[in-house]
């Protein structure tokens, strides 16, 4: 089995901060596993699996040039995971409605409580300044029925909820 | 029968395009039964094409008579399948017996209308749905060399059409 170090980089978003880092990475003969890229108001978080070959200090002066260039955060920690596992999401909750204080707290909350397990989670907030709407979408796995789920959430009466099975062919 | 070994990727063969079939007899005949055996030792696979198994002859079989409540035509042999027609568009999960441990979402069209010969050279057509809908419109991208890598799309991104279609 291979080792791995999982690296974040949190910062302003910019055009060709994962073109760099990686690119340092490579030149240096690092292997990278899985990687994640998310944007956010403005900001820019990545999570690359770095395999271990360097030791963390040597890593993280490799970095050093592009933590400086982009104004970066640096973290580096040594992981136990390995390449392929993903738990598979079995559930999708989707809700939407007028924006407000509390939503996610609530629908996780309730999901949390029938032993829900968040596996991916995203919301936006769209229409006008005047009236906001939220939506919020969650993948997750669960091992109660979907009925039991609805009727969890069945107390948020000015959303709408919509609690669908994920499933997959294989084809 | 026989139980045919499945290619997977990076197999570059299953990058290549399979031809239509024009002779129905014995060889064909005994390559459907070897598909149609190879799909039911295959854990929870719901449709299969020749060029899966090397053999790059237009031929797909589908069967998506598991799954609960949806509407289906049961085990069909579609030979020479050819899409006339598509309606509406939705995003699901896929994944394929040549891509092992992947799963991923892939936008397809809710409805279509197909052509297809049976295994004796017959033409039917199909009105087909949901699963069994892109169940063939995956099969038939095999025949045309490609793989639902080739058509993965952001979860992201189906939230924004949701918000936007
Ligand atoms: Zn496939």
Redo the contacts with the bound molecule.
């Keep these: 089995m291979k080792h791995w170090y999982m690296l974040t980089l949190v910062g302003k978003d910019q055009p060709n901060i994962v073109a760099h880092t990686t690119r340092l990475l490579y030149q240096a003969g690092c292997r990278l596993g899985e990687a994640n890229m998310n944007r956010l108001g403005g900001s820019f978080t990545v999570m690359l699996m770095v395999e271990k070959t360097l030791p963390k200090t040597a890593l993280k002066a490799l970095l050093q040039p592009v933590v400086e260039r982009f104004n970066l955060s640096l973290h580096v920690v040594v992981i136990e995971g390995d390449l392929h596992q993903h738990q598979i999401p079995n559930i999708c909750v989707r809700v939407h409605g007028a924006d407000r204080a509390g939503i996610v707290a609530q629908v996780t909350s309730a999901l949390a409580q029938k032993g829900f397990n968040i596996l991916e989670l995203c919301s936006d907030v769209g229409g006008s300044q005047e009236q906001p709407f939220y939506i919020l979408q969650i993948e997750g796995v669960a091992t109660a029925p979907l009925e039991e789920l609805q009727q969890a959430l069945a107390d948020l009466r000015d959303v709408q909820v919509e609690i669908s099975a994920i499933d997959a062919c294989i084809? | 029968m026989a139980v045919l070994p499945i290619l997977t990727y990076p197999d570059p063969r299953l990058q290549r395009v399979a031809e239509p079939v024009i002779d129905f007899g014995q060889n064909f005949q005994t390559l459907v039964d070897d598909l149609l055996a190879t799909l039911r030792v295959s854990a929870h696979g719901v449709g299969m094409?020749a060029t899966?198994v090397g053999v790059l002859q237009r031929l797909v079989i589908v069967d998506v008579s598991s799954k609960a409540n949806i509407k289906h035509h049961g085990l069909q042999v579609l030979v020479n399948p050819e899409i006339l027609d598509w309606q509406g568009f939705a995003s699901g999960r896929e994944g394929?017996?040549?891509v092992p441990d992947y799963i991923g979402t892939v936008i397809r069209a809710k409805k279509i209308q197909l052509k297809a010969q049976d295994r004796h050279g017959q033409w039917r057509e199909y009105a087909m749905e949901g699963y069994e809908a892109r169940a063939v419109q995956?099969?038939i991208d095999?025949l045309d060399g490609k793989l639902?890598l080739d058509r993965l799309v952001s979860k992201k991104r189906d939230l924004m059409l949701r918000q936007f279609i």
């Design positions: 084809m | 094409a899966q394929c017996l040549s995956h099969e095999h639902f």
